[in-house]
């Protein structure tokens, strides 16, 4: 059985580049958007800095937001979920999908996400009081019209949820290809025979291959006498382990 991930079909779009493509078109669609309300807020108010400060409100919220959607978007490798299971991980079914990235970040993503929705929901009351206060921060940066408030918070609800659901969308779907081609990079790759080579001639040989050997428990001057694949197997994290006892 072939390690390789399955072809896609032809003609059938594959999700994760219509969800890059479709964040790439919405995002510079509201930046347009943006920009040419900027740039009516500035005439009609007979001030160039009133356009800035909305772009630049619009610029901080979307950042914001990204960040948010990144966060609470990462995909969860397979490995990490056996490993706070206590399972080990050469218990992996052959083919699986499992990261073997740093999971840190992943693992940041978990407490954040709940301290986030945590928090919401403790301050929910006073959520609406911090609203006005930001809007009526924003009214005289902004032209000091009766409207001004009401179009910063605008912008800045625009520019954080729309920032947030396209990099959540993006991060769900693109970002886990990203990972798991990664990952099918080093699945379809054989181990090389490295018996009887040094440590040193076998990481040189492996090299080339973008594999890995793990010779922790080798002595650096020692020959290789054993191996973990044997040659010719599949390497399915990309590792190879070699023992010069």
């Known amino acids: 059985m072939s ?13 994760g580049t219509v969800t890059q493509s479709g964040v790439l078109i919405v995002s510079g669609v509201l930046i347009f958007v943006v920009i040419v309300l900027s740039m009516i807020l500035g005439l009609t108010s007979h001030r160039a800095t009133v356009g800035l400060v909305v772009f630049v409100i619009f610029l901080a919220a979307a ?38 990235a740093n999971s840190n970040l992943i693992k940041v993503s978990d407490w ?32 000091g019209a009766a409207y001004s408030g009401a179009v910063g918070l605008s912008v800045t609800t625009l520019g954080f949820i729309s920032a947030a659901l396209m990099s959540y969308l993006w991060t769900t779907m693109r970002g886990r290809d ?4 990664t990952e099918a990079k080093y699945r379809g790759r054989q181990a090389p025979d490295l018996k009887g080579l040094t440590v040193a001639e076998a990481k040189a040989v492996v090299a080339p291959l973008a594999l890995f050997v793990d010779a922790e428990s080798a002595d650096a001057n020692g020959d290789v006498k054993r191996q973990t694949p044997e040659p010719g197997a599949a390497t399915p994290d990309g590792r190879i382990r070699v023992f010069t006892a």
């Open 3 to 15: 390690d390789n991930p399955p072809a896609k079909p032809h003609g059938r779009p594959d999700p």
């Open 178 to 181: 990203l990972w798991e081609e």
């Open 112 to 143: 954040l996400t709940t301290i986030i929705v945590g928090l919401t929901l403790v301050n929910l009351g006073a959520i609406l009081p911090a609203m006005q206060r930001f809007a009526s921060a924003l009214q005289e940066p902004l032209g």
């Open 63 to 100: 950042a914001v937001g990204t960040f948010a959607g990144f966060i609470f978007g990462l995909p969860r490798g397979r490995f990490a979920d056996r490993n706070e299971a206590g399972d080990a991980p050469n218990s992996a079914a052959p083919g699986a999908s499992a990261f073997l």
